[in-house]
Nanobody, 126 residues
Framework: QVQLVESGGGLVQAGGSLRLSCTASGRTYRPYAMGWFRQAPGKERELVGAINARGNTINYSDSVKGRFTISKDNAKNTVYLQMNSLTPEDTAVYYC???????????????????WGLGTQVTVSS
């Protein structure tokens, strides 16, 4: 099993920045890919971005490309989501997820991931 804890969410004004963290524990001796997803009220869950185990493949959704950056610290079993130039449309609950089955692929589908955190709320005011 893998346990995930997200942190760093909060309220920020449009144009501001936040950095989310996701720390994994449990079966972290195995390589894993990690994805960030978000879900806004009344909308379906969508990919924000994903990073593979080696960190050499990172995928972003078009809506965040150029504004958000994913990075990882393997020693801390932590993946970060740096979010810049936030807009009210970025308001959502943000989830991190882990894929241990295909760790060398930065999967873009929620079904690729078997372990999920509880989420952290990000609210961007206009």
């Amino acid at each position: 099993q893998v346990q995930l804890v997200e942190s760093g969410g909060g309220l920020v004004q449009a144009g501001g920045s936040l950095r989310l963290s996701c720390t994994a524990s449990g079966r972290t001796y195995r390589p894993y890919a990690m994805g960030w997803f978000r879900q806004a009220p009344g909308k379906e869950r969508e990919l924000v971005g994903a990073i593979n185990a080696r960190g050499n493949t990172i995928n972003y959704s078009d809506s965040v490309k150029g504004r958000f950056t994913i990075s990882k610290d393997n020693a801390k079993n932590t993946v970060y989501l740096q979010m810049n130039s936030l807009t009210p449309e970025d308001t959502a609950v943000y989830y991190c997820a882990v894929d241990i089955d295909l760790p060398w692929v930065a999967g873009v589908a929620g079904n690729d991931y078997g372990y999920w955190g509880l989420g952290t709320q990000v609210t961007v005011s206009s």
